[in-house]
């Protein structure tokens, strides 16, 4: 999701800490959608989200109160970046 931006050290913090939320609430309470699994939509492990990881996990929140408010804080944070950048 932030492929071609140029982040500086706290903003890639921060937006790490953001995925690193969602992966831990995904990994929580949808252990068959997580790493090593055959319906994982979180990814490779390690690496930050793909734009397919991002698309299925907004099509996941849209039916849990608390991934949609970690997806709204990510997307806040990025909002941020990009104007910080005009």
């Given amino acids: 999701m932030t492929k071609g931006l140029i982040l ?3 903003q890639a913090m921060k937006l790490g ?3 690193d ?3 831990l609430y995904v990994r929580l309470n949808y252990p068959d959608k997580s790493y090593g699994t055959p319906n994982n ?3 490779r492990a390690g690496r930050e989200f793909s734009k ?3 698309g299925k996990l907004i099509k996941l929140a849209k039916n849990d ?3 949609q408010s970690f997806v709204n804080e990510f997307n ?3 909002l941020k970046v990009k104007e910080s950048l005009k």
């Fill in 8 to 10: 500086n050290y706290g």
């Fill in 52 to 54: 397919t990881t991002w």
């Fill in 21 to 23: 939320k969602i992966e």
């Fill in 17 to 19: 800490a953001i995925e």
């Fill in 65 to 67: 109160e608390g991934l």
């Fill in 41 to 43: 939509i979180l990814g």
């Fill in 76 to 78: 806040v944070e990025l």
